[in-house]
């Protein structure tokens, strides 16, 4: 590892960064994914070699140099705040109006400060947005002031810097790049640092990732071999990092260090990142390359996608219908506005209401207030606009926020979809698409983690062929293995089923060619893994538990596998293992590692033995092993193990293959040198490293292979068979191969066993489009059989950006499940995009690793649960929970509701502000078409702030057409969603047509009972205020399901509310209206016209909406009537219920 | 929405940890939302029932609104045209614009009892009180002290004469209705009462008895009645009613009350001075003179909508019970669920 970096003709050189930048495209590509595919992003940043212009250059610990250079450097304070006290006003104001609703106010409020268009008085046309804005700024304030506070903690929060020959304590605001800093043992990292040394002398730490990521488990990352011995005299270190820009890939680094005329290359193994926590280790010594806001978690640091509702967007069909009504309106306005203008031409100067002329000035009078008729015209159009601006329902979009709010409130609340397993609860992490969740059509699922545990339980071994696979049963509570050292009793953390008769074939020892191939095998499994075993204390200070911390939880699985049979990991360090076999301390050197990658599809381990021969342990999926087995000398061995092999994973369990070889020295030395200049190359690092694995990874004699049980989640069976009942196409994509995918299948109810299947397993374009259309064709033939479609992944590619997928998507649809088997993480997008450009219909991915980032973020509604593999499908995702049968009460249940609300609080609003504007528009035909309102200009403002919105908003949140156990019982119930029944335009017509009704009514039967009598402008405003507010109100109320103490509350106290105002209003002494509503409150008419009123207009509603629930009623009406009657006739419907489902299979 | 969840540090890290072991939510009947509720639906009793009490209470409403309205007596006489000599009917404005008599003579017959007290109304057709221009151009504040005499901006064009402000200012007053009645019934003087037409608020706080009018009717064109400048606003009656403007182009402002009784074939003459120009926007004039029920003037409208309404009521109780009867749904059955409709269809 010492040598120079071999010297490269520069023609090489320049083909392959040629290369590299394609890669570098692709791995930039998939950042914007946010931190998906991991391991391929590491596999081409390793690759890539820096080119100046992306480089930053660092002087270890040189700080003064290192900041001089002509990089401009970030200091390590840092700000998430956003305003300062002088940029607040201008900087929010200026987001703010980023909304287009804020714009449209604020056009209306400029257009009504023109004098001549001035229909309301300055206050009142300002105050809706100057309140709307104060209350965000008050919000954005309030929550900047904690940022500030956090920054301030954060900045001054103190770490151990190498300053004048010593360690001392600088603020973290002051730390600076190139800067050497000590972290010891708990701390959390103040900036990106590269590791110079640690307290372990093979230079390990080991860092915990919760902040970054989430992911609790330890990871190790290494400082360079080099640098180890020269740290410990930091005056004389002389050496500089050239690495990478600044980036938000967490995963990815990639740098050089030269030392003393020699030059390293530097991984993302090398650095550690700010907010990381050093665990494990007792100090670690690093200079900082990246500070600030450059560090990769604050770049990192940004919020989530944003998705629209699928509402909302239909919504504004309906938006700019009311527009165009909006404009009819003032049309309308305007041009009887011109007739009459026009008709009485030669009065207008004297009219004694109108006044043209202004005598006051000359004699022969000056036009007052008058521009011309064309202007008059022009005018009046704007001012109409003013007067009815509420027609488009603004403050929709504000109470439709706050219902969001509300509902994620209750969702994250819900005792239903909280996990007690890993503690956590629902997320909403998107505010913006709850209602989506009542719409969902599709549903892709991951497997692993998503539909199982991804706890993988240790179930059978083959080894030398012979299965075992006898476990003993689980009552027999046995203490577990255990081994005492030095005193203290040594447990593994978990216990594992063992089977008896292969246990005591290792306790038995060498005796047996069969023992010794069993002790080989559980050796080899102990050994060859990355797993880092990490001894916990208990309450019993003689006790110590082992608990072993990987990234792959089938190592995890194995290793304690191995545990249980006897072969403890007891300690790894990046040179050597320990493993207690049987209370035998044995010391392993570890000689070189060929970490998993997903072409090879296997890692080896090359281990110095104690009885000092060399020995090279490989573990990989099946395919990738008998292809490097020496078959010839094992051949029985191999074919017995793939027999055995088939036969466990037709039973759904996950297998892996052991194989071994002893290396004579010339092979080990051999590849040793290969090793080296692999590892130290500077470009192609990785390929090297991958053949030079290839190349020792041969000739493998068969060890043996495992079966792990890859255990389904509580509930998964019973979930899906909900979905497909509900209607939910439910398609499962998963890496696993076919068999397992079929097994799981069966398990989990997706697929049953009067289905037929479809095998699409194709290598190549012909005939994957032959079995297609074969399938296509067969299905079409015979519509009453339920398919399964299983396709893999070899045959997606041939599809996928294909005119196949037309094909694929005919013959998907047709069938009741589909199964994709061993994809890979870019067609799980790729098979989501093929059905989300397809269909109008809502998709939802739910996933839980990163392979699961681009499906998750392709489909209209993204889940991602919060299980074993990181928090990178939790970060990505629209909403985080714990389970995947969490899925049913958040779609059939919570999303059943939001969808439900959200529709009908749409088109209510759509209604409410629709009938205010129309009684304003009815009067206008009234006053000389001219834009006045009876309605007090405050009452018009008021209306749709206080009078009639905060019932909405309640309903909004709260309201519940059903009960959440019927919609359980009955998934079908879901549809309703699906054939968006909540929200159509047909709807919207009706509930149109109602409002011109209700309009009418409300002004013309006062208009009619008071024509031609003394009533003044104020007391009919305000009767029509009050009418409308009732009848508004109660229209609401007649549509209300569940009348709980809030629901009263809001409507009741609307109507009470309102009245307060309208009297309030009317005892201003300088408002025209004074007085007003106790003079004509006191009158038996104005009751009367109020009860004729609130009646007559809702009678048609009434009596239409009676008509159609009892002869035409909808599933949810029957369901309620079921619900509230209590008339369900338990077996009967259980009969029906029990057709759809076909034969629950069961494994 | 987007600005908070970029907000979370991720250096500080404390909120993704605290997401992740969130405690579980306390269970209670508000976060899972089964707070206790009432469940009402429509069954068909409760239809029908609600019909019906609707018909039971509208119908008798209407029934005495009718009787109320009956009751009424009420004597209309228009005037505006009759009151011009019948050679200046060619150009009325021309006549009610210039100086020639005003007065007019004019005999009502009362056909049935009238029990006093009987409101005197004048009453305008196709006259916008409501206009917009119109109902803008006063000054409430003005009206109220003199203090702010000078608060006449909104009052263009009758805001001031010669830079001193008139009081009250704006197109309301000075369009104040300027037509006089004087009632005599069968050759006796019969008394109008002037006092006590006007709301008692508006005479009591919003016009205000230290403010008197000035300037008043002095600009270059006279549009109505001229004011007593030593009177104070509140005891102008008729400027107060007649600052009430109406809510519709057609409408009765109050003149005076007749303290007694008017018998059957009472001969009322009234003299009036026909001042008030309405003929350049072809607006009536008519002369009021009637009784009030309990529910206000004489106005059918509302007994019928009472009974219409109330008769559809009826007519659709009667509906929904024979269609119940002819074709009832059992509530709640679950066959009728769209899933149980047609089997095999698992939509």
């Known amino acids: ?1147 | 929405m987007s600005s908070n969840t970029a907000s979370s540090s991720a250096g500080s890290g404390d909120s993704s940890a605290a997401r992740k072991n969130s405690k579980r939510p306390k269970y209670s009947k508000f976060t899972q939302q089964e707070l206790p509720a009432c469940k009402p639906i429509l069954t068909p009793g409760w239809v029908i029932s609600t019909f019906l009490i609707v018909s039971v209470i509208f119908i008798p409403l209407g029934v005495i609104s009718l009787f109320a309205s009956q009751d009424v007596v009420e004597i209309v006489d228009r005037y505006d045209n009759d009151c011009i000599p019948a050679p200046a009917r060619t150009n009325k404005v021309a006549f009610i614009q210039g100086d020639s008599p005003k007065a007019c003579n004019r005999t009502l017959t009362v056909t049935k009892r009238m029990k006093q007290p009987i409101y005197v109304y004048y009453q305008l057709d196709n006259f916008y009180q409501n206009h917009r221009r119109y109902v803008k151009s006063r000054s409430d504040s003005q009206l109220r002290s003199p203090k702010f005499e000078n608060q006449i901006s909104a009052c263009k064009p009758e805001d001031d004469v010669g830079g001193q402000p008139i009081v009250p200012c704006g197109l309301i007053a000075w369009s104040l209705f300027n037509d006089t009645y004087t009632l005599s019934r069968n050759n006796t003087p019969l008394a109008v009462n002037k006092k006590g037409i006007a709301w008692k608020s508006d005479k009591e706080h919003k016009f205000g008895n230290k403010v008197f009018p000035k300037n008043f009717q002095k600009g270059n064109l006279t549009g109505g009645a001229t004011l007593n400048p030593d009177i104070p606003l509140s005891e102008q009656e008729d400027l107060i009613v007649w600052m009430r403007t109406a809510a519709l182009p057609t409408f009765r402002k109050l003149y005076g009350k007749i303290e007694t009784d008017l018998e059957n074939g009472d001969t009322i003459q009234v003299t009036l001075q026909n001042n008030y120009n309405t003929y350049s926007f072809s607006g009536k004039k008519k002369l009021v003179l009637s009784t009030t029920s309990w529910l206000g003037g004489k106005n059918d409208f509302l007994g019928i909508a009472y009974l219409t309404v109330g008769g559809i009521c009826f007519f659709l109780a009667l509906a929904f019970t024979i269609m119940y009867l002819v074709k009832p749904r059992r509530l709640g059955d679950p066959s009728y669920l769209s899933w149980n409709r047609n089997p095999g269809g698992g939509r």
Not at chain 1, 703 to 721: C, F, M, N, S, Y
């Open chain 1, 1 to 1147: 590892m010492d040598k120079p970096p071999p010297s490269i003709s520069s023609s090489r050189w320049s083909n392959v960064s040629s290369k590299e930048v394609t890669f570098a495209d692709l791995a930039s590509k998939r950042i914007r994914h946010g931190s998906a595919g991991a391991d391929s992003e590491m596999l081409s940043m390793s690759q890539k070699e820096i080119k100046d212009e992306d480089a930053r250059l660092i002087y270890i610990n040189d700080p003064d140099r290192t900041n001089d250079t002509s990089f401009d450097f970030t200091g390590n304070s840092i700000k998430t705040a956003k305003y300062s006290v002088f940029t607040f006003l201008p900087r929010n104001l200026f987001e703010q109006f980023h909304r287009v609703a804020y714009v449209y106010f604020l056009v209306i409020a400029v257009l009504n400060q023109l004098p001549q268009l001035a229909v309301f008085g300055r206050g009142a046309s300002i105050m809706p947005l100057a309140f709307v804005l104060l209350v965000s700024a008050i919000k954005d304030a309030y929550e900047d002031f904690r940022r500030h506070r956090s920054d301030r903690v954060e900045n001054n929060r103190l770490a151990l810097v190498f300053e004048d020959g010593e360690f001392r304590d600088k603020q973290w605001k002051y730390i600076r790049v190139g800067e050497v800093i000590k972290v010891v043992s708990n701390q959390t990292l103040p900036c990106d640092m590269v590791l110079l040394a640690t307290s372990d002398p093979t230079g390990v730490v080991y860092v915990q990732t919760t902040n970054l990521d989430g992911e609790s488990n330890l990871k190790t990352r290494y400082a360079k071999q080099e640098t180890l011995q020269k740290a410990t005299d930091l005056e004389t270190f002389d050496g500089f990092i050239k690495c990478e820009k600044p980036n938000r890939n967490i995963y990815g680094f990639q740098a050089n260090m030269e030392i003393d005329g020699r030059r390293l290359s530097l991984g993302p193994s090398n650095i550690i990142l700010r907010g990381c926590e050093l665990k494990n280790t007792e100090w670690a010594l690093g200079v900082v390359v990246y500070a600030g806001s450059e560090t990769k978690a604050m770049l990192n640091n940004s919020g989530a996608p944003s998705k629209r509702s699928r509402l909302e967007t239909r919504m504004n069909l309906e938006i700019i219908l009311l527009s165009l009504f909006l404009i009819a309106l003032c049309t309308t306005a305007a041009a009887t506005a011109a007739v009459w203008l026009r008709r009485h031409r030669d009065d207008l100067d004297t009219i004694l209401f109108y006044r043209r002329k202004d005598y006051s000035v000359r004699p022969e009078g000056k036009n007052h207030n008058y521009y011309g008729w064309g202007w008059e015209i022009f005018f009046t159009f704007f001012m109409a606009v003013i007067v009815y601006q509420i027609m488009i329902p603004i403050s929709l979009y504000i109470s439709m926020e706050l219902v969001r709010i509300g509902q994620a409130y209750f969702m994250t609340r819900d005792d239903l979809m909280y996990d007690e397993s890993s503690k956590s609860s629902f997320q909403c992490r998107a505010l913006n698409i709850n209602e989506d969740l009542g719409q969902i059509k599709y549903l892709f699922s991951d497997k692993t983690g998503t539909l199982t545990d991804n706890k993988m339980e240790f179930q059978c071994a083959c080894i030398g062929g012979v299965d075992y696979s006898d476990r003993e049963p689980a009552e027999s509570e046995q203490a577990g293995y255990s081994v005492e050292v030095d005193g203290i009793i040594l447990k593994p953390k978990m216990r594992v089923r063992v089977d008896p008769s292969l246990l005591n074939l290792t306790r038995n020892g060498k005796a047996t060619e069969e023992a010794k191939r069993a002790n080989e095998f559980f050796l080899s499994l102990a050994a060859c893994n990355t797993i880092v075993p990490i001894v916990t204390n208990t309450s019993d200070p003689n006790v110590k538990l082992v608990d072993y911390q990987g990234e792959s939880p089938d190592e995890q699985a194995l290793v304690y596998a191995a545990a249980a049979y006897g072969f403890l990991l007891i300690e790894r360090t990046s040179g050597h293992i320990v493993i207690n076999v049987r209370g035998e301390m044995q010391r392993y050197n570890v000689l070189g590692l060929h970490e998993f990658d997903s072409d090879r599809k296997r890692m080896s381990v090359i281990l110095g033995c104690p009885d000092m021969s060399v020995k090279l342990f490989v573990k990989g999926a099946d395919s990738s092993m008998f292809s490097v087995m020496d078959e010839v000398s094992y051949g029985d061995v191999i074919e017995a193990t793939k027999k055995q092999l088939h036969a466990y994973s037709s039973d759904g369990l996950r297998t892996l293959v052991v194989g071994m070889r002893k290396l004579n020295d010339s092979e080990f030395e051999q590849w040793r040198s290969s090793f080296e200049a692999a590892s130290t190359a500077l470009i192609g690092r990785a390929g090297l490293l991958r053949k030079v694995a290839g190349n020792i990874e041969t000739n493998l004699r068969i060890v043996g292979a495992t079966a792990i049980e890859d255990k389904l989640q509580r509930g998964v069976p019973e979930a899906i068979e909900s979905l497909r009942i509900a209607g939910i196409k439910v398609w499962v994509l998963t890496g696993d191969k076919q068999e397992t995918a079929i097994s799981i299948g069966f398990s989990s109810r997706l697929l049953t066993r009067n289905m037929r299947q479809i095998v699409i397993n194709s290598n190549s374009l012909d005939s994957c489009r032959r079995s297609l259309e074969e399938a296509n064709d067969s299905i079409a033939s015979d519509d009453d059989e339920s398919v399964a479609l299983i396709i893999d992944g070899t045959s997606l590619i041939y599809v996928l950006d294909n005119d196949l997928e037309d094909v694929l998507f005919q013959v998907a649809c047709k069938s009741s499940a589909v199964l994709c088997c061993r994809v890979a993480p870019f067609q799980k997008a790729g098979i989501v995009a093929l059905v989300k450009n397809r269909t109008s219909d809502m998709t939802l991915a739910i996933g839980d690793g990163a392979n699961d980032v681009s499906m998750i973020q392709m489909a209209d509604v993204g889940v991602g649960i919060s299980g074993q593999e990181g928090r990178q499908a939790v970060m990505a995702s629209d909403f985080a929970m714990g389970q995947f049968r969490f899925l049913v009460p958040l779609l059939l249940v919570h999303g059943h509701w939001n969808y439900q609300r959200m529709g009908y609080m749409i088109l209510y609003n759509f209604y409410r502000n629709a009938v205010f504007v129309l009684i304003l528009f009815w009067y206008v035909l009234f006053t000389c078409y001219t834009l006045t309102t009876a309605i007090t200009e405050w009452s018009s403002v008021l209306y749709s702030v206080v009078y009639t919105s905060f019932p909405t908003i309640v309903i909004g949140i709260l309201d519940k057409n059903l009960g959440r156990r019927i919609l359980l019982r009955h998934p079908q119930l879901y549809g309703v969603g699906q054939r968006a029944e909540g929200y159509s335009t047909t709807l919207f017509w009706y509930m149109m047509f109602d409002t011109v009704w209700q309009s009418a009514v409300i002004f013309f039967i006062p208009l009619f009972a008071y024509w031609g009598s003394t009533i003044d402008t104020s007391s009919l405003g305000d009767l029509w205020t009050i009418a409308a507010v009732v009848v508004v109100n109660l229209h609401l109320a007649m549509d209300v399901i569940r009348w709980n103490w809030i629901a009263h509350a809001a409507i009741w106290g609307s109507i009470v509310a309102a009245c307060i105002c309208v009297i309030v209003i009317d005892v201003i002494p300088t408002l025209p209206g004074y007085w007003a509503i106790f003079q004509v409150a006191k009158t038996w008419m104005f009751w009367f016209c109020l009860l004729a009123i609130v009646v007559t207009a809702l009678l048609p509603r009434f009596a239409i909406k009676f008509l159609v629930e009892y002869y035409r009623p909808s599933d949810v009406r029957i369901a309620r009537e079921v619900e509230k009657l209590g008339t369900y006739r338990e077996s009967q419907t259980m009969v029906t219920e029990m057709n759809q489902i076909q034969d629950p299979p069961r494994r």
